[in-house]
């Protein structure tokens, strides 16, 4: 038994190609038969091109104007009054926190303040009764009725007096701007927005301790937007204040020219790169994303091909190249960079050669092409 049924296997495995090899189909043309003639698609010949070349720098986007709001006293915070993603406007309450000290010492301050204004008054009412008491006395004098002893004391009362004023002006002063500092760092319970944006971090929730320094609320501006990144410390010269240079922000699918905003000076002795800053704008630009920069550093010689020319099958890449004889024939090629309409090809292609760019889904291995 085991006999017969190795001998009907092999059998069998021929009938099967058999079969596959009359059923299947192939866009080639048969051996002997007339080869398949294609028009209307439209090709060029491939010429040289000088590639603008560049190094690319990556980093992140980062709002122009951001503010991170911190505490500027100990307390308990008693409210949050916004969240991540509220849009508030400049001087928006934020936040708030309880400082009992602060408040009492304001409070201190201000009833110091009232008493200095009390203590003012009363110095310029004796002032007022010693310059009157003095004319009397002026008087008395030249009619002989009172000493000189008497006329000095008098003289003397009024200039204690006037004095006094003097003193109690300083001291309402003094107290005027101690109570207007307590009120200010009263008034740092009351935490508000530095500027109108977009609330990005909520650092703290009620009932937390907070001391001065602790982030609460990070608020950035929108519309303004620096893409920052790493250049390497060769490139340094390149890079200008004012310069274009190609940025790309595929989360916010921008792809276009930016300005050269700010180069910082210094270089990074950990990572040999400085920073630049480009301007890059757009709707769907948020702080954080990932960005590149492509710096220009001169041309080079290249390929350049219309993108229609371009075949992408899996992970094949080609393009139909007719030969002298216009015939069609398909050749794998390694693409580069995108420059606008046109793919750079990097191998598979040489210049003089004419490919098709319009209607390759017409064309099979071997067809004419009229």
Known sequence: MRRSIARVTPLLLVSVLAV????????????????????????????????????????????????????????????????????????????????????????????????AVRALEEARARKRLAEATFERYQNLFREDAVTRQEMDTC???????????????????????GARAAGVVAGYTRITAPLAGIVTARQVESGMTVFPGTPLVTVEEEGNYRLEVAVPESQMGRVKVGARVRVVVEGAGIAADGRVAEVVPTADPASRTFTVKVDVAGKGVRSGMFGRVVIPTGERPGILVHRGAVVERGALISVWVVDSGSIARMRLVKTGAVQGDRVEILAGLAAGERVVTAGTEKIVEGAVVK
């Open 20 to 115: 596959a090899g009359c059923g299947g189909k192939s866009r080639e043309p048969k051996s002997g038969a007339a080869p398949a003639v294609v028009t209307g698609v439209t090709t060029e010949q491939v010429v040289g091109a000088g590639i603008p070349d560049g190094v690319e720098a990556v980093g992140t986007v980062k709002a122009c104007n951001a503010a991170v709001i911190a505490a500027r006293i100990s307390g308990t915070v008693t409210g949050v009054l916004v969240r991540e993603g509220d849009r508030v406007g400049r001087g928006k309450l934020l936040a708030t926190i309880e400082a009992a000290e602060s408040t009492a010492q304001a409070a201190s301050a201000t009833a110091s303040a009232d008493e």
């Open 155 to 177: 003289r003397a009362d009024r200039e204690v007096a006037e004095q006094g004023v003097a003193r109690a002006e300083a001291r309402l002063t003094a107290a005027r701007e």
